[in-house]
């Protein structure tokens, strides 16, 4: 029987899970709580979780593992649940106007996006494969719903349907993979699992390969990389605009979590075999996600494509296994939650009905339109690409650094190479934003004080990330893990 | 006689494969969806099988969980081809294309 | 390296062999028959009678999913059942929380109206 207190470690979960069932079921009273209401009581329950995830992180000094060994505290879940819950509560204010306009039910979508928060929390605490895998899925079928929630939209519904059938299939064969790795070591627990994986090895165990890359297939799905992305710009584009941020920075920075902790602790043991796949994949997603980016009209799509570069970006980082490769890549994703949501809120604040503004044509002339949107839209699109005085920047130097410390030189050229080609596509959006005449000359109405106060807050942080890193290294640092085998 | 480890294992293997084929090469929703469900049952075939091997309880935990996520996962799939449905009157994948793949 | 070899030996017979199926499956098809595909056996069953004859709600859908998943659910009563002696109280308290939550997933469907037949 387990000990009590460990109930009360995992209480942020619970009480999220709870806010989140709980306004489902209000939601059905009546004519429910309306989708001011419901935001605020999502907002609310939220809050409490980030107090409650203090308390709990206060009085786990190291690391301690619950439930016979299926979930773990320590520094890298802290710093992963603080991180998923910063963008949730970004979601729900870039989600409040948006909803108003679009006339569905608002209950049950904030209620699964509490829900799907909650799989998040769980996904950066677990440390089994089981328990990961259903946290996977807790926040991967709420976010099918999610994408597809404008069920009368043509669009929301086709990126719903494509999320669903990739990721139902990716999750199968991320449950195959784990199968076999069950087969192969005898546990599904992570620290268990990285010794099991060791003797089977040594045994030649043709299990093992074909577990870990099955298991890597699906995890690579989960944060879209190349060639596991092809559901990425489809469901980005699809998706109500907020789920896009939503799944861009959340849901993301959960599967980074995940496959940090899978790879890392363990498979930690088979370092030298899939360090290779990984620098593959790597490379192949900051190829492929900065060429095809510049190619696209559409900015969520382009967005997309640059979530995929992102994707490999981060890779490299996590390839290293080195301790500044890991903070790297926590400081990396912590500024990257900010510029996304940034971006996505100003494609918000330029969407109108029935998709308009999304193409880069939309931009034209918006430094007349609005100078401060405009200055805004500067911050996050030179954040992407990497340059000072930004986040971005130290993040990318951070990781290029890493990279060629451990020894791989040529990715961190190929990084190198591929920010230089994503310049052109960021700062065509800044042309069209300074050098075009818009086609209407009234000024943009900063009607959403929610989206402004989303944008003016990421800008900022992207800014404080990038002239002030110390600090926020510090944080990354909190939340570092050791590759088991090393 | 006992039924040998391997030909379990083998089992999965080919429900594995089948399914993975399918799932890649059939255009309607449905028959994907199929597809991806002899995926998942093959994964819980090789889990009972090793459990059994390894006599840990770890496998068949995992295969009852995993049945329960499945038939989530497949009230989530019908409805959204419902909803799929009900704008285009198809759920074939290859007239579902105002997003390019 | 070398452990990786039957991996690649793996890749090759996978690739042969879906090759060869779908090559076969090209020769050998009848040409034409996209109207048996239609039928509703594809498996060669003839079909009684029309299933436009015999239409029942499509209401019937809803409650059968939900049926499937509550029914599902209860997988987890019976490894539960069985151990019931041993895990005792905490087993007990920890069960009621579970149904619980599923009563709160049962009022949801209800007060929306997903049971209401016609």
């Known amino acids: 029987m387990p000990d009590p207190q460990e109930f009360l470690l995992l209480a942020p979960e619970i009480l999220l899970a709870s806010a989140g069932l709980l306004l489902l079921l209000v939601g059905t009273i009546g004519r429910g709580l309306g989708n001011r209401h419901s935001a605020v009581v999502a907002l609310a329950s939220l809050f409490l979780t980030a107090i409650d995830l203090y308390a709990v992180g206060r009085s786990v000094p190291g690391s301690r593992l619950l439930f016979h060994g299926t979930f773990v505290i320590d520094g890298f879940a802290l710093f992963w649940k603080s991180l998923i819950l910063i963008a949730t509560a970004l979601t729900i204010l870039l989600s409040i106007r948006y909803m108003e306009e679009a006339g569905y039910r608002a209950g049950e979508y904030y209620a699964l996006l509490l829900l799907a928060s909650s799989g998040m929390l769980l996904m950066a605490s677990g440390y089994s494969l089981l328990t990961i895998w259903i946290a996977l899925e807790t926040m991967a079928l709420a976010s099918y719903i999610l994408a597809g929630y404008f069920k009368r939209h043509l669009r929301s519904n086709e990126a719903a349907l494509k999320y669903f059938i990739l990721g139902a299939l990716s999750s199968g064969i991320l449950l195959y993979g784990i199968s076999l790795l069950y087969g192969a070591a005898g546990t599904v627990q992570l620290g268990e699992l990285a010794r099991g994986l060791e003797l089977a090895r040594a045994q030649g165990s043709l299990l093992v390969p074909l577990g870990w890359i099955l298991l890597s297939a699906g995890l690579f799905f989960k944060v879209a990389a190349v060639p596991f992305h092809i559901w990425t710009p489809d469901v980005y584009v699809g998706a109500p605009t907020p789920i896009t941020a939503y799944l861009a920075a959340a849901s993301k920075a959960a599967s980074f979590a995940i496959l940090i902790r899978i790879f890392y602790e363990g498979l930690g043991t088979l370092y030298g075999d899939w360090k290779w796949i990984l620098a593959g994949v790597a490379a192949a997603s900051m190829i492929w996600g900065n060429v095809a980016a510049l190619i696209q009209d559409n900015v969520k799509r382009m967005l997309a494509y640059s979530s995929i570069a992102h994707a490999g970006y981060v890779l490299m980082g996590v390839l290293a296994a080195s301790e500044i490769g890991l903070w790297s890549v926590l400081y990396y994703l912590l500024a990257y939650t900010f510029i996304t949501m940034g971006a996505f809120a100003m494609v918000l604040l330029l969407e109108r009905r029935e998709y308009a503004g999304e193409t880069c044509a939309d931009y034209a002339g918006l430094a007349q339109r609005s100078p401060f949107l405009a200055a805004m839209m500067v911050i996050f699109l030179v954040a992407l690409t990497g340059i000072p005085p930004t986040g971005g920047f130290f993040g990318k130097v951070y990781l290029f650094a890493a990279a060629v410390q451990a020894g791989w030189t040529w990715l961190a050229a190929v990084g190198v190479v591929t920010s230089a080609i994503s310049l052109y596509y960021y700062f065509r959006i800044v042309v069209y934003m300074y050098q075009t005449d818009s086609a209407e000359a009234t000024p943009v109405p900063l009607r959403a004080p929610a989206l402004v106060t989303v944008i003016t807050l990421c800008a900022v942080a992207t800014l404080v990330l990038g002239l002030y890193p110390e600090p926020f290294i510090q944080i990354a640092k909190s939340g570092l893990l050791v590759v088991a085998g090393r | ?101 | ?118």
């Open chain 3, 1 to 118: 390296m070398t452990s990786y070899l039957p991996i690649l030996v793996f890749t090759l017979v996978a690739v042969l062999f879906l090759t060869a199926a779908l090559l076969a499956a090209r020769l050998l098809r009848h040409a034409g028959s996209a109207s048996m595909n239609l039928e509703p056996y594809e498996c060669g069953n003839e079909a009684l009678t029309f299933a436009h004859d015999h239409r029942f709600s499509i209401r019937y859908y809803l409650i059968a999913v939900l049926f499937v998943i509550f029914d599902v659910e209860t997988v987890f009563l019976f490894p539960w059942a069985v151990l019931f002696d041993q895990l005792a109280l905490f087993g007990f308290i920890e069960m009621m929380v579970f149904l619980a939550i599923l009563v709160v997933g049962y009022v949801y469907i209800w007060n929306r109206g997903a049971l209401r037949w016609v």
């Open chain 2, 1 to 101: 006689m006992t039924v040998p480890l391997s030909w379990y294992l083998i089992l999965g293997a080919v429900l594995f494969a089948i399914g993975a084929v399918g799932a890649l090469t059939r255009r309607n929703g449905i028959s994907i969806f199929l597809s991806i469900e002899v995926m998942l049952n093959a994964a819980n075939l090789t889990l009972i099988a090793y459990a059994r091997q390894w006599e840990s309880h770890a496998g068949q935990v995992v295969v009852f969980f995993v049945m329960a996520v499945a038939a989530a996962e497949a009230a989530v799939g019908l409805a959204l081809f419902i909803a799929v449905f009900r704008q285009r009157h198809t759920i074939d994948l290859n007239r579902i294309n105002l997003l390019r793949w």
